[in-house]
């Protein structure tokens, strides 16, 4: 059994760049086939993201905002209750109108120490950076 505390996972188990953080509360390392992020979306945040290696599910906790798909123009509101699944790779802008905080999982997991490439997308733990 795995059992984290958020807040304590804050302090050791968060990564981030500009416009967003993200605490991995489980990891590729945990064995679970999926990783589980609660991520900070800044107000104001505009976020050009194309996850071409995984597969990502994120459920509003907090906070409003929207997502695009960059493929159709198509805008769909953020806001607490709302699930989207990039179920086909989506490539896509998420904006921020408010601080929002995402429950968010990842398939492959990710390892925690991903960063994003120029794409928007993580590379595949054996993919170069």
């Known amino acids: 059994m795995i059992v984290r505390d958020y807040n304590t996972a804050k302090a050791t188990r968060t990564v ?3 416009g967003w953080d993200s605490t991995r509360l489980l990891l590729k390392e945990d064995g679970m086939g999926f990783s589980f992020h609660i991520t900070t979306i ?5 976020l050009n993201l ?14 409003e905002g929207s997502i695009e ?5 198509e805008v769909h509101a953020i806001h607490p209750g709302i699930m ?3 179920d086909k790779h989506d490539d896509h802008i998420l904006r921020g109108k408010t601080e929002m905080v995402m429950a ?5 997991p990710l390892t925690g120490r991903e ?5 928007g997308s993580y590379a595949l733990e054996a993919d170069p950076l």
């Open 115 to 119: 960063v994003h490439r120029e794409d």
């Open 104 to 108: 968010c999982t990842f398939n492959p």
């Open 84 to 86: 989207y699944a990039l």
């Open 69 to 73: 798909d960059k493929a159709t123009g």
């Open 42 to 46: 800044h107000e104001g945040a505009e």
């Open 16 to 18: 981030g760049a500009k």
């Open 50 to 63: 194309h996850y071409t290696n995984h597969l990502e599910c994120v459920y509003c906790i907090s906070g």
